[in-house]
């Protein structure tokens, strides 16, 4: 069980880490991801090799901060229904990234591929909405509390 005190922390820490991922993948869909086309034939192994070391660096902390605060608040309102969909949401995000996204930029690391970069570009906008309503659902937990 947890402490009905700590729900408002985790609350606010749920939001925080949803509205950062928001953000992020925001910018990934419409700057990032898109100039990747830019980079050149010349570089683009590196490039990639080192653009997925330092995202994992960015996102993966706050990714799992944002999953462990997502099951406690589940945990702590069970009957609720935005919780469940925060965490539906959420399954969403995570299954595109590991079954799409990862796959992808792992094909993208041996060589450019146009097809490949469109897929990634085009398949991105799921996690992006995803996360974009995860921050709806994160705000109406936060009003709710």
């Known amino acids: 069980m947890i402490a009905a005190s700590l729900v408002p922390l985790i609350l606010l820490l ?55 605060t997502a099951v406690l608040i589940l945990l702590a309102s069970p009957r609720a229904a935005l919780p469940w969909a925060g965490v539906g949401l959420l399954i969403a995000v995570w299954v595109s990234t590991f079954a799409v996204q990862v796959p992808l930029h792992a094909r993208l690391e041996r060589g450019f591929d146009v097809a490949i970069h469109r897929r990634l570009v085009r398949s991105n906008w799921l996690r992006t909405l995803a996360w974009t309503a995860r921050g709806a659902v994160a705000a109406l937990m936060l009003m709710h509390a």
């Open 14 to 68: 749920h939001a925080a880490a949803t509205w950062f991922m928001a953000g992020v993948i925001w910018f990934v869909q419409v700057v990032h991801y898109p100039l990747m086309a830019r980079v050149g034939p010349d570089g683009w192994c590196d490039y990639e090799r080192r653009h997925m070391r330092r995202t994992t660096w960015v996102v993966a902390p706050v990714m799992l901060i944002e999953a462990a």
